[in-house]
């Protein structure tokens, strides 16, 4: 699950530590009322990421794991600068970065290659972790990420971080089925506000 709303302005947050408005409080549980109760719930550090799984965790009487790898990218000199800004201040890096973000690395800002290692860690925690329903609230960086790999995308130029959207509070369910000696396969399930309960996935 991505995060919901968030205090102040639209723009590059990255690693601030912003609250939650309160209608992004109320999204995030929207949404969790629909999903089946996790075994493993683990978020990442962020308060608006761990402000609603710490409650979800006691709500369903878990523990709530904290990853800082799973926190959102960090955009350096940019963070917390609106985009209308930087098109007028800085366009050309600005354009630089939308173009291919996998080599426009924002100034000061953590390299995507670095970004990428940090997720796929957080990723092979969640395969061999030993509960088989997961739940992860983490950030649209990294979701992207992860499903950009899910579904074979093109990793890169990294324009994927431009082209997939995921909105706040937003659900995006993943079936991995582990094969020895094998890549997991992964199954996109359904990625959106979830509108009605969602059952567990039949295990074969």
């Given at each position: 699950m991505r995060h919901g709303e968030c205090e102040g302005p639209q723009g590059l947050r990255g690693q601030m530590d912003v609250e939650l408005t309160?209608?992004?409080r109320s999204?995030?549980?929207?949404?969790?009322v629909h999903l089946p109760r996790p075994e493993r719930?683990?978020?990442?550090?962020?308060?608006?990421c761990h402000t609603v799984a710490t409650e979800l965790a006691e709500?369903?009487?878990i523990e709530c794991c904290i990853d800082s790898d799973l926190m959102?990218?960090?955009f350096g000199d940019w963070e917390g600068?609106?985009?209308?800004?930087?098109a007028r201040m800085e366009p050309e890096a600005l354009t630089a970065?939308?173009?291919?973000?996998?080599r426009a690395t924002p100034p000061g800002g953590e390299p995507l290659a670095t970004f990428n290692s940090r997720v796929e860690r957080a990723w092979q925690r969640c395969l061999t972790a030993p509960e088989s329903y997961q739940l992860i609230i983490t950030h649209g960086g990294v979701i992207k990420t992860w499903l950009a790999q899910a579904l074979k995308m093109d990793m890169q130029h990294a324009m994927y971080l431009h082209r997939l959207e995921i909105a706040h509070a937003s659900v995006v369910r993943l079936r991995v089925d582990l094969v020895p000696d094998e890549a997991p396969l992964?199954?996109?399930?359904?990625?959106g506000v979830p509108q009605a309960p969602m059952k567990l996935p039949d295990i074969v």
């Open positions: 309160c209608a992004g999204a995030m549980r929207a949404s969790a719930l683990v978020c990442s550090p962020l308060k608006r709500q369903w009487a959102e990218i960090h600068r609106a985009l209308g800004e930087l970065f939308w173009q291919d973000p996998a992964v199954q996109l399930l359904f990625l």
